[in-house]
Protein backbone atom coordinates (compact mmCIF):
# COMPACT_ATOMS: atom_id res chain seq x y z
CA UNK A 1 0.00 0.00 0.00
CA UNK A 2 2.69 2.50 1.40
CA UNK A 3 4.53 2.03 -2.47
CA UNK A 4 1.28 2.14 -4.53
CA UNK A 5 0.61 5.55 -2.77
CA UNK A 6 4.26 6.45 -3.55
CA UNK A 7 4.25 5.69 -7.01
CA UNK A 8 0.53 7.42 -7.68
CA UNK A 9 1.82 10.89 -6.14
CA UNK A 10 5.35 10.94 -8.11
CA UNK A 11 4.26 9.49 -11.47
CA UNK A 12 1.71 12.26 -11.52
CA UNK A 13 4.33 14.92 -10.77
CA UNK A 14 5.68 17.75 -13.06
CA UNK A 15 7.49 15.64 -15.81
CA UNK A 16 10.32 18.06 -15.39
CA UNK A 17 10.57 17.11 -11.38
CA UNK A 18 9.84 13.40 -11.08
CA UNK A 19 11.33 12.89 -13.16
CA UNK A 20 12.31 13.44 -16.71
CA UNK A 21 9.97 12.03 -19.08
CA UNK A 22 6.53 13.04 -20.82
CA UNK A 23 3.41 11.07 -19.58
CA UNK A 24 1.94 9.40 -16.54
CA UNK A 25 2.08 5.97 -17.56
CA UNK A 26 5.63 6.34 -18.69
CA UNK A 27 6.85 7.77 -15.57
CA UNK A 28 4.97 5.17 -13.81
CA UNK A 29 6.47 2.62 -15.69
CA UNK A 30 10.26 4.54 -14.44
CA UNK A 31 9.50 3.76 -10.82
CA UNK A 32 7.97 0.39 -11.30
CA UNK A 33 11.03 -0.91 -13.11
CA UNK A 34 13.41 1.26 -11.05
CA UNK A 35 11.75 -1.03 -8.38
CA UNK A 36 12.09 -4.07 -9.66
CA UNK A 37 15.79 -3.62 -10.45
CA UNK A 38 16.35 -2.13 -7.08
CA UNK A 39 14.72 -5.62 -5.68
CA UNK A 40 16.32 -7.71 -8.59
CA UNK A 41 20.11 -6.96 -7.26
CA UNK A 42 19.47 -5.88 -3.07
CA UNK A 43 20.38 -8.92 -2.16
CA UNK A 44 23.45 -9.75 -4.05
CA UNK A 45 24.48 -6.32 -3.61
CA UNK A 46 24.25 -6.29 -0.48
CA UNK A 47 26.00 -9.19 0.63
CA UNK A 48 29.40 -8.13 -1.60
CA UNK A 49 29.14 -4.67 -0.06
CA UNK A 50 28.32 -5.76 3.89
CA UNK A 51 31.92 -7.96 3.56
CA UNK A 52 33.35 -5.21 1.78
CA UNK A 53 32.55 -2.79 4.21
CA UNK A 54 33.53 -5.27 7.04
CA UNK A 55 36.70 -5.96 5.90
CA UNK A 56 37.58 -2.01 5.38
CA UNK A 57 35.67 -0.44 7.73
CA UNK A 58 34.11 -2.26 10.35
CA UNK A 59 31.45 -0.28 11.48
CA UNK A 60 27.76 -0.44 11.32
CA UNK A 61 26.55 0.79 7.94
CA UNK A 62 24.95 3.87 7.41
CA UNK A 63 21.62 3.25 5.53
CA UNK A 64 21.30 5.68 2.52
CA UNK A 65 25.41 4.69 2.51
CA UNK A 66 24.58 1.13 1.93
CA UNK A 67 22.13 1.78 -0.65
CA UNK A 68 22.83 5.03 -2.18
CA UNK A 69 24.93 3.62 -4.94
CA UNK A 70 22.22 0.90 -5.69
CA UNK A 71 19.51 3.06 -6.10
CA UNK A 72 21.40 5.38 -8.49
CA UNK A 73 22.50 2.17 -10.71
CA UNK A 74 18.98 1.34 -10.62
CA UNK A 75 17.75 4.97 -11.72
CA UNK A 76 20.39 5.15 -14.48
CA UNK A 77 19.02 2.03 -15.91
CA UNK A 78 16.07 2.75 -15.92
CA UNK A 79 16.15 5.89 -17.62
CA UNK A 80 18.49 4.45 -20.23
CA UNK A 81 15.89 1.37 -20.85
CA UNK A 82 12.95 3.62 -21.25
CA UNK A 83 14.57 6.47 -23.60
CA UNK A 84 15.50 3.84 -25.84
CA UNK A 85 12.23 2.80 -26.04
CA UNK A 86 10.11 5.54 -25.79
CA UNK A 87 11.95 8.89 -26.18
CA UNK A 88 15.16 7.54 -28.78
CA UNK A 89 15.58 11.20 -29.78
CA UNK A 90 15.92 13.00 -26.95
CA UNK A 91 19.59 13.69 -25.61
CA UNK A 92 20.28 11.89 -22.39
CA UNK A 93 21.78 14.56 -20.78
CA UNK A 94 18.54 16.22 -20.29
CA UNK A 95 17.12 12.96 -18.50
CA UNK A 96 20.22 11.79 -16.46
CA UNK A 97 20.64 14.89 -13.94
CA UNK A 98 22.26 14.76 -10.84
CA UNK A 99 18.84 16.80 -9.22
CA UNK A 100 16.99 13.55 -10.58
CA UNK A 101 19.14 11.44 -9.00
CA UNK A 102 19.51 12.76 -5.67
CA UNK A 103 15.69 13.16 -5.50
CA UNK A 104 15.78 9.46 -6.14
CA UNK A 105 17.91 8.86 -3.39
CA UNK A 106 15.83 10.58 -0.56
CA UNK A 107 12.40 9.22 -2.28
CA UNK A 108 14.02 5.70 -2.03
CA UNK A 109 15.48 6.44 1.66
CA UNK A 110 12.05 7.45 3.32
CA UNK A 111 10.49 4.56 1.73
CA UNK A 112 13.43 2.50 3.38
CA UNK A 113 13.68 4.14 6.51
CA UNK A 114 9.41 3.74 7.09
CA UNK A 115 9.48 0.08 6.30
CA UNK A 116 12.84 -0.80 7.87
CA UNK A 117 11.58 1.30 11.11
CA UNK A 118 7.65 0.91 11.06
CA UNK A 119 6.46 -1.94 8.75
CA UNK A 120 9.18 -4.68 9.01
CA UNK A 121 9.30 -4.76 13.02
CA UNK A 122 5.35 -4.79 13.13
CA UNK A 123 5.27 -7.58 10.61
CA UNK A 124 7.86 -9.52 12.39
CA UNK A 125 5.76 -8.91 16.08
CA UNK A 126 2.89 -10.18 14.46
CA UNK A 127 4.74 -13.43 12.98
CA UNK A 128 6.56 -14.21 16.06
CA UNK A 129 3.89 -13.84 18.66
CA UNK A 130 1.89 -16.21 16.75
CA UNK A 131 4.78 -18.57 15.72
CA UNK A 132 4.81 -21.74 18.26
CA UNK A 133 6.26 -25.14 18.04
CA UNK A 134 4.32 -28.76 18.87
CA UNK A 135 5.74 -31.03 20.97
CA UNK A 136 4.04 -33.95 22.14
CA UNK A 137 0.83 -32.67 20.73
CA UNK A 138 1.24 -29.19 23.10
CA UNK A 139 1.69 -25.82 21.04
CA UNK A 140 4.08 -23.34 22.74
CA UNK A 141 4.77 -20.16 21.68
CA UNK A 142 8.40 -19.64 20.55
CA UNK A 143 8.71 -16.26 22.03
CA UNK A 144 8.41 -17.61 25.19
CA UNK A 145 10.95 -20.09 25.43
CA UNK A 146 14.05 -19.49 26.71
CA UNK A 147 16.06 -22.82 26.68
CA UNK A 148 15.03 -26.53 25.74
CA UNK A 149 17.42 -29.33 27.66
CA UNK A 150 17.17 -32.95 25.96
CA UNK A 151 17.16 -35.77 29.41
CA UNK A 152 17.03 -39.29 28.09
CA UNK A 153 13.64 -39.28 25.91
CA UNK A 154 12.02 -36.30 27.76
CA UNK A 155 13.22 -32.31 27.07
CA UNK A 156 12.92 -29.64 29.72
CA UNK A 157 11.16 -26.43 27.83
CA UNK A 158 11.71 -23.31 30.32
CA UNK A 159 9.62 -20.61 29.92
CA UNK A 160 8.87 -17.46 31.41
CA UNK A 161 7.64 -18.47 34.17
CA UNK A 162 8.07 -22.39 34.52
CA UNK A 163 9.56 -25.38 33.43
CA UNK A 164 7.30 -28.02 31.05
CA UNK A 165 8.82 -31.73 30.92
CA UNK A 166 7.39 -33.18 27.91
CA UNK A 167 8.28 -36.86 26.45
CA UNK A 168 10.05 -35.69 23.10
CA UNK A 169 12.92 -35.36 20.96
CA UNK A 170 15.39 -32.70 20.39
CA UNK A 171 15.24 -33.22 17.13
CA UNK A 172 11.47 -32.75 17.27
CA UNK A 173 11.76 -29.15 18.49
CA UNK A 174 15.03 -27.90 16.27
CA UNK A 175 13.04 -28.60 13.21
CA UNK A 176 10.81 -25.84 14.32
CA UNK A 177 12.63 -23.07 14.73
CA UNK A 178 14.81 -21.26 13.01
CA UNK A 179 18.70 -19.34 13.57
CA UNK A 180 17.25 -16.49 14.42
CA UNK A 181 15.78 -17.96 17.28
CA UNK A 182 18.18 -19.54 18.91
CA UNK A 183 21.75 -21.72 18.72
CA UNK A 184 22.03 -25.46 19.46
CA UNK A 185 25.36 -25.59 22.05
CA UNK A 186 25.34 -28.92 22.70
CA UNK A 187 23.26 -32.24 21.44
CA UNK A 188 21.59 -31.75 24.93
CA UNK A 189 20.68 -27.68 25.03
CA UNK A 190 19.55 -25.17 23.02
CA UNK A 191 19.24 -21.70 23.67
CA UNK A 192 17.21 -18.62 22.82
CA UNK A 193 18.65 -15.64 21.37
CA UNK A 194 17.78 -13.40 23.61
CA UNK A 195 19.96 -15.02 26.61
CA UNK A 196 22.71 -15.90 24.83
CA UNK A 197 25.97 -13.42 25.17
CA UNK A 198 29.38 -14.35 24.75
CA UNK A 199 31.59 -17.62 24.11
CA UNK A 200 34.04 -18.15 26.53
CA UNK A 201 35.83 -21.61 24.91
CA UNK A 202 33.19 -24.70 26.19
CA UNK A 203 31.00 -22.68 28.00
CA UNK A 204 28.59 -20.23 26.40
CA UNK A 205 27.77 -17.00 28.87
CA UNK A 206 23.74 -16.13 29.45
CA UNK A 207 22.49 -13.03 31.02
CA UNK A 208 22.45 -12.88 34.44
CA UNK A 209 25.09 -15.18 34.98
CA UNK A 210 24.37 -18.16 33.60
CA UNK A 211 26.33 -20.59 31.54
CA UNK A 212 25.81 -23.87 29.43
CA UNK A 213 28.07 -26.06 27.61
CA UNK A 214 29.63 -26.14 24.11
CA UNK A 215 30.61 -29.17 22.26
CA UNK A 216 33.79 -29.00 21.03
CA UNK A 217 32.64 -29.41 17.46
CA UNK A 218 30.06 -26.36 17.76
CA UNK A 219 32.22 -24.00 19.06
CA UNK A 220 33.05 -22.56 15.67
CA UNK A 221 29.09 -22.82 15.14
CA UNK A 222 28.07 -21.01 17.99
CA UNK A 223 30.61 -18.01 17.93
CA UNK A 224 29.26 -17.42 13.95
CA UNK A 225 25.92 -17.51 14.97
CA UNK A 226 26.81 -14.98 17.82
CA UNK A 227 28.27 -12.86 15.07
CA UNK A 228 25.38 -13.25 12.84
CA UNK A 229 22.57 -12.93 15.31
CA UNK A 230 23.87 -10.21 18.33
CA UNK A 231 22.01 -10.07 21.44
CA UNK A 232 18.99 -7.77 20.95
CA UNK A 233 19.64 -6.71 24.35
CA UNK A 234 20.71 -7.12 28.05
CA UNK A 235 17.86 -8.29 30.19
CA UNK A 236 17.18 -6.51 33.59
CA UNK A 237 18.10 -9.79 36.22
CA UNK A 238 15.58 -8.86 38.73
CA UNK A 239 12.80 -9.37 35.81
CA UNK A 240 13.56 -13.54 35.58
CA UNK A 241 11.88 -15.47 37.32
CA UNK A 242 13.11 -18.15 39.99
CA UNK A 243 12.75 -20.78 37.21
CA UNK A 244 14.51 -19.14 34.47
CA UNK A 245 17.52 -17.76 37.12
CA UNK A 246 18.09 -21.21 38.04
CA UNK A 247 17.74 -22.90 34.61
CA UNK A 248 21.41 -22.54 33.44
CA UNK A 249 23.49 -23.22 36.35
Request: aromatic share 10%; hydrophobic share 50%.
Amino acid sequence: MLIAVGFLIMSTGHPVTLPQFEGFWVRMAFWVIALFVYLLLSVPYGVVFDRAWRRFVGTPIPLIILTGPLIVFASVVTVLGLAAIFEPDRPLGSMITWQMLVRNVFVAHVFETVTLLWLLPAQRARNDSARAVTLAGRRIAVKDIGRVKAAEHYLEIHLDDRVEILRERMSTFLEQVTPEDGVQTHRSHWIAREHARLLRGSVLELDCGRTVPVARGRQKDVQDWIDKFPPPYVADCSEISPARQSAGR
